[in-house]
Structures are given as structure tokens and as C-alpha cells.
């Protein structure tokens, strides 16, 4: 089954062991100069609607992922998903402080 990148945008992911629902894939890990894909990034919740951030983002390695479906991709962890510190992007971009 031939898949791009893209395609994962629009499936689901979710952790088999606790059921919870992680939400969607938004970035990928690669090694280089391999080009594999080592993990799937999923954002963390949104605080308060976005207003105050958002949570650490889910860092999943592939080894984790159990299986790919056409809506969904379940991950299967014993320790749990690592999480990860987004870095922070500057309000208004090109001015220094």
C-alpha cells in the first residue's frame, strides 16, 4: 500500500493500552540519510480554546504503531507516549528584544 505523508494529516490516532484519543498527526521524525520515518508527532491539547497553549506535543516511535487503517492509527505503548516541549515561535517575527 503506496502512502504520502499528507494522508496521515487525516487519520485519528489512538493509544490502544489507555483507548484515549490523541488527535491528529501533524509532523514526522526522519533519520538521515536513511529517510525513514522514526516517529509520528501529534500536537498537545489546547488550554483554555488556544488561549494559554497548549500542551506537550506526543512523540510517537514507530515502533509504537501497531497499525495504519484507512481512518485511524492505533499505537500500542507499555511506558507510555513521550512527551516533548514545542519551541516557541516569537510573537512578531524579525524584531529583536
Not at 35 to 48: D, K, N, Q, S, Y
Not at 84 to 95: M, N, T
Request: aromatic fraction near 10%.
Amino acid at each position: 500500500m503506496l502512502c504520502r505523508f499528507s494522508d496521515f494529516r487525516y487519520k485519528e490516532v489512538i493509544n490502544v493500552r489507555t483507548g484515549s484519543r490523541l488527535g491528529y498527526v501533524c509532523d514526522a521524525e526522519f533519520s538521515y540519510p536513511e529517510g525513514r520515518i522514526t516517529a509520528l508527532i501529534v500536537p498537545g491539547r489546547a488550554r483554555a480554546m488556544g488561549l494559554l497553549g497548549r500542551e506537550d506535543d506526543y512523540v510517537l516511535p514507530w515502533e509504537c504503531i501497531s497499525r495504519i487503517g484507512d481512518d485511524i492509527i492505533l499505537v500500542e505503548s507499555e511506558h507510555g507516549v513521550r512527551r516533548e516541549k514545542r519551541p516557541k515561535k516569537p510573537i512578531f517575527p524579525g524584531k529583536s528584544t
